[in-house]
């Protein structure tokens, strides 16, 4: 057997590998054939491995086993050639299963190396398997062949293949990159194709299994099933999803709430005896689900309790996943997964919701933790369980209180598919609005955690949703505003700007100050003295060059108010109350940047919060979207916390934006600044809200004009590089977008890239 060294991750850390005596390549951080933990550091980190030259050339197949842990893989194959690594010999390799790439590649000449860069920036991975194995020339050229067929009639096209040709005699290697086998699977529905190439499949059980017999910490987690005439056969496909867990150390603590179903008895009766690990208490009374799920929790003995309603399953790995996460974060109070739905009979799963990290604004929306929740048990003693008056929100009741018990910071989000929610007839999951008392339950607990809050407000239902709104009261008198909007002539659009502010606005302390960049058109002009005639607007003169954080910059610094609104001139007011929503947001403790909903003048969306890593720095959600779409789970719908949101329409309290040296005038004159601002804002310890009941047209980059002469594209292109250095670990991991989402569209589809 011969050693090959030179496998290292970026930032020094050394490592090896060994080729087997089959030819195949095995990644061993830890000598374990499952698989070592990696951590990759700083922008496109890489690892590289040292080849056997007489034996690497020709067609090869590359076959790599690796899953994410945190962050996004994409990852990417260079060969070394003369030239060493280069983008003209590197291929992207394509999924082929749960963690599972494959690529098919031509070399010309003997390669010595194979680097692998597994993503664009840092990120935490488990890589098991790396092989590398020759493939007859026929299999490589037949399948580039098909690749750049037409789909209907599978007849090459010459231009492919001379592409490929010029490729392999630029470079000295050739790429297939689209498996035909993966073509087939392209035609899936989204979710379905997602399910294919990432979701838990049942090969991966020993894994799993493995990384559960290394734990250091083993809790147990009580699960809490309360029961009331269930159907049988959901019944025991709820108990035996529990029974199936991979993770042993549970136990599943049932409260039969006096069901008149004869079977339910014996049926569980039954599972206690197949299980020592499953305990019953069967009640005499009929409590509904609060009483009943204390009653269940009576009988929990472990350090963590997990929730399950009695129709529905948990997948087979989720408690290990839980207990991974525990012992990943030892202080976590309170967890949660992704869940999808499942049909009656239990073969669809459908309508996957990808959460967010811990969102706050979100959570007092609407109660998008759901399932898979788990709480340390000594949490909802110290809350005093479940309550009965509300019934129906019993859960988003417990979730509020409990947020009152504990630091934030411990609440982990797991980003996986854990739990099927089924759907029947009676459940919520296929009709909100067949339960209105929950909704009516939930403004009541929302009302009463207001009420313990230092923020004080009153909670009302979004129309036509099961979401709700809090209008949070302002201090009185409620503070000085100072709305700077920077601008170069553009009369009329600043004129509808400022008329739309002066005569809709419903705020009533607010100052306007435009700062005029070297205005020199006559109506602009007269425009700016008709204002000053009037009083109602300060205008401020920078006279230098154009450099849009330099200008805000030194308008906040004559700003009078204790906050300031970064707008655009391109700006009109749709509702009245923007001004009284966005304060209100912005003088509650622990938020720093507050967004609004904006329009394009065609009544789609512009702007509803920004998320990182977008297109590669940042884009907009739900871009284009009808102005009264709902969004993904209701995200156009509801205030939220976002990672970012634009300066055509921000407000900040003045401190912060001096606490945190405001936009970067030196490195972002143009683009970007906003977005790095609220990354800065974040650092500092605030959060960042969007609002969708601050509602503006933008009539967007009107004022600005196009970007298409090569010193525009040189700036923003500099502007590009350098929020990637500066942030490049933070813009492939939005904490507010599920990494299962795409970041190639801004339409919050599922990543199946």
């Given at each position: ?75 990417r194959?260079?060969?070394?050639t ?11 390799m394509?999924?082929?299963?749960n ?61 492919w ?15 297939e ?55 049988q ?19 599943l ?35 509904h ?30 408690l ?14 309170l967890?949660?997964s992704?869940e ?5 009979d ?9 959460k ?9 929306s ?11 048990a000594?949490?909802?003693r ?6 009965k ?27 996986k598919?854990?739990?099927h929610?089924?759907?029947t007839?009676?459940?919520?999951a ?9 909704v009516?339950?939930?403004?009541k ?28 009261d302002?201090?009185?008198p ?5 709305l ?33 960049n ?39 610094t004559?700003a ?23 304060t ?11 967004g ?19 297109g ?25 916390n ?5 300066a055509?329409?921000?407000?900040v309290?003045?401190a ?17 600044n ?7 804002v ?72």
């Amino acid at each position: 057997m011969k050693k090959l060294f030179g496998l290292w991750r970026a930032g020094g850390s050394h490592g090896q590998s060994n080729l087997l005596e089959n030819g195949r390549v095995a990644i061993q951080q830890d000598v374990s054939l499952d698989g070592g933990v990696w951590t990759a550091e700083g922008i496109d980190p890489f690892i590289v491995f040292n080849l056997d030259p007489a034996a690497n050339f020709g067609a090869l197949a590359v076959d790599l086993d690796i899953k994410a842990i945190e962050g996004r893989l994409t990852p990417r194959l260079f060969f070394m050639t003369k030239k060493g690594f280069t983008q003209a010999a590197s291929g992207e390799m394509r999924r082929v299963g749960n963690g599972r790439y494959r690529v098919l590649v031509y070399l010309t000449e003997p390669s010595a190396a194979l680097r692998l860069d597994p993503a664009a920036a840092a990120c935490t991975f488990r890589l098991q398997l790396l092989t590398v194995s020759r493939v007859p020339a026929r299999t490589f050229f037949n399948r580039a062949i098909r690749n750049g067929a037409h789909a209907r009639d599978q007849k090459p096209r010459p231009k492919w293949m001379l592409k490929l040709a010029r490729s392999m005699l630029k470079s000295g290697v050739g790429f297939e990159i689209a498996d035909p086998a993966v073509m087939g699977k392209r035609n899936l529905p989204q979710y379905a194709r997602w399910i294919e190439m990432y979701d838990y499949a049942d090969e991966d059980r020993d894994v799993v299994a493995g990384q559960v017999g290394r734990l250091s910490s083993t809790p147990l987690i009580s699960v809490v099933m309360p029961v009331y005439n269930t159907p049988q056969k959901l019944l025991d496909e709820a108990v035996a999803s529990v029974v199936a867990q991979i993770y042993p150390h549970w136990e599943l603590c049932i409260a039969d709430d006096a069901s008149t179903s004869a079977w339910i008895k014996p049926a569980l009766q039954a599972w206690m005896q197949r299980d020592p690990r499953i305990k019953v208490v069967f009640r005499s009374d009929n409590g509904h689900i609060a009483e009943a799920t204390n009653s269940a929790f009576g009988l929990a003995s472990g350090d963590y309790i997990a929730l399950l309603d009695h129709d529905d399953l948990l997948r087979p790995q989720a408690l290990a996943e839980v207990a991974f996460a525990i012992n990943q974060q030892p202080d976590a109070e309170l967890l949660y997964s992704d869940e999808d739905k499942i049909d009656e009979d239990g073969g669809r799963r459908f309508d996957p919701f990808f959460k967010p990290e811990w969102n706050r604004d979100l959570f007092l929306s609407q109660n998008y933790l759901n399932h898979l929740t788990v709480h340390r048990a000594a949490n909802i003693r110290a809350a005093g369980g479940w309550r009965k008056e509300y019934y129906g929100s019993q859960d988003y009741d417990l979730n509020l209180r409990i947020l009152a018990l504990i630091d934030e910071r411990r609440i982990v989000h797991i980003p996986k598919i854990l739990y099927h929610w089924r759907l029947t007839a009676q459940s919520m999951a296929q009709d909100e609005g067949s339960k209105v008392y929950a909704v009516d339950n939930a403004i009541k607990a929302l009302n009463s955690f207001l009420a313990n809050s230092p923020a004080t407000g009153h909670v009302e239902q979004i129309p036509t949703t099961s979401w709700y709104r809090i209008k949070y009261d302002l201090p009185e008198p409620p503070p000085l505003v100072s709305l700077i909007i920077p601008t170069r002539n553009g009369y009329d659009i600043l004129k509808k700007c400022i008329e739309s502010i002066l005569t809709k606005t419903t705020y009533s302390n607010y100052e306007i100050l435009i700062v005029d960049n070297g205005s020199d058109d006559p109506f602009t002009l007269d425009y700016f003295r008709q204002l000053r005639d009037a009083g109602s607007v300060r205008i401020i003169d920078y006279p230098h060059a154009f450099n849009y954080s330099a200008i805000n910059n030194f308008a906040v610094t004559q700003a009078k108010g204790e906050v300031v609104g970064l707008i655009n001139n391109d700006i009109e007011v749709i509702t009245p109350d923007w001004l009284t929503e966005m304060t209100s947001l912005a003088l509650r403790p622990g938020v720093g940047c507050v967004g609004a909903k904006l329009y394009y003048p065609n009544d789609t969306i512009q702007h509803a919060g920004v998320i990182i890593g977008l297109g590669g720095v940042a884009g907009h959600s739900h871009k284009t979207f009808q102005r009264n779409a709902r969004g993904y789970f209701g995200r156009l719908m509801v205030t939220q916390n976002v990672t970012a949101v634009t300066a055509a329409c921000l407000l900040v309290r003045k401190a912060i934006f001096t606490e945190v040296g405001g936009l970067d005038e030196v490195n972002l004159k143009v683009a970007f600044n906003d977005v790095d601002f609220c990354l800065k804002v974040a650092a500092a310890g605030y959060r960042t809200t969007w609002t969708p009941f601050a509602e503006l047209y933008h009539h967007e980059s009107v004022s600005r004009g196009s970007d298409d002469d090569p010193g525009k594209r040189e700036r923003f292109r500099s502007e590009v590089i350098f929020m990637k250095e500066k942030w490049g670990a933070t813009l492939a991991a939005d904490p507010h977008y599920s990494p299962n989402l795409t970041l190639k569209y801004e339409d919050y589809s599922i990543n199946i890239d």
